[in-house]
């Protein structure tokens, strides 16, 4: 099983999204690459920790290539926009990919580059050694399951 953090915006679609790729075999939205120590969804949201609301994925390399999962991921952002995804505003809601191993950050790198030749805007998304992460609150989980009409910025 291999690791990866994304963020995307609001966490609960991003998870939600990815959640439904076959070769994902977990999910969890947390906190990353911030300045302070256990922020609360509170902190995060007074905007002074620098934390992006993420998704840690988990996932069987055999069956999902990580290329493939990038390629979704880049289909459900806006990978040109500065701390905005859909009607949300501010750092938390940046885009990012934050990775565990370094050996992927190669593949990362040429994803954004292909990527990128599909705007002619320069693509903001930051690519990052995972610095830190929090897990966030319980109910905070799954939240699109278990509350379906939630908002989301992301077309399903």
């Not at 256990?38 to 390399?61: H, K, L, R, S, W």
């Not at 950050?105 to 580059?113: A, F, M, N, P, W």
């Not at 966030?136 to 379906?148: D, T």
Request: aromatic share 14%.
């Amino acid at each position: 099983m291999k690791k990866i953090i994304l963020a995307g915006g609001c966490f609960w679609g991003v998870e939600e999204f990815l959640s439904r790729i076959d070769g994902v075999v977990n999910t969890e939205v947390g906190y990353a690459n911030g300045k302070t120590v256990n922020p609360t969804y509170e902190d995060i949201c007074n905007g002074n920790t620098y934390f992006a609301e993420v998704c840690m994925v988990t996932y069987d390399e055999s069956k999902l290539k990580f290329e493939m999962l990038l390629d979704e991921y880049w289909g459900i952002i806006n990978p040109t926009s500065l701390n905005k995804q859909g009607n949300d505003v501010g750092s938390q809601y940046r885009t990012g990919i934050y990775y565990f191993d370094e050996s992927d950050l190669d593949t990362i790198i040429k994803s954004r580059e292909n990527i990128q030749t599909k705007y002619e805007k320069k693509i903001v998304t930051e690519v990052e050694s995972i610095k830190n992460y929090y897990t966030a609150e319980k109910y905070h989980q799954k939240y699109l399951k278990n509350n379906p009409n939630g908002y989301c910025h992301i077309k399903f």
